[in-house]
């Protein structure tokens, strides 16, 4: 049998002076992007053969991490390259330390939910948590939640 593998996206860490790319990406998404050239988050694009296939970002707080930014290019959405970059973002928080990942979302509940995110309310987060960008927008976007250790 010909089995086709998926490939695995590597991660290049984003400097902030190369964050209009992930600001076009989020805007297309429909996701915000108004926080993004802050020096707190962490950014990295995600490239299978020096192609861009999609962002993704980490806010540590102590030994806690907030996933930021996860997007997909639309050329290669449904191809578990969402799915891989928050793998690595999540290897990338438990490499730091961290013991569980939050996240908020409008429209991606059920893809995080497959990934072992669970819906939380806002207030179970750590306070640094609920004090960033993300928490702190008022919206209708699930708060979620997944331990890492």
Partial sequence: MNERRRPIPIPLPLAVWEREGL??????????????QASGPLFWRFENDDVPVGFGGLEIFDDQALLRSVVTLPPVRNRGIG????VSLEAEASIRGCRAAWLVTEKAAGFFARLGYRACERSEAPKAVREAAPFVRPSAASAMMKRLA
């Fill in 83 to 86: 799915r891989a970059i928050v």
């Fill in 23 to 36: 600001a076009a990406a989020l805007a297309k998404a429909g996701l915000p992007s108004e926080d993004i």
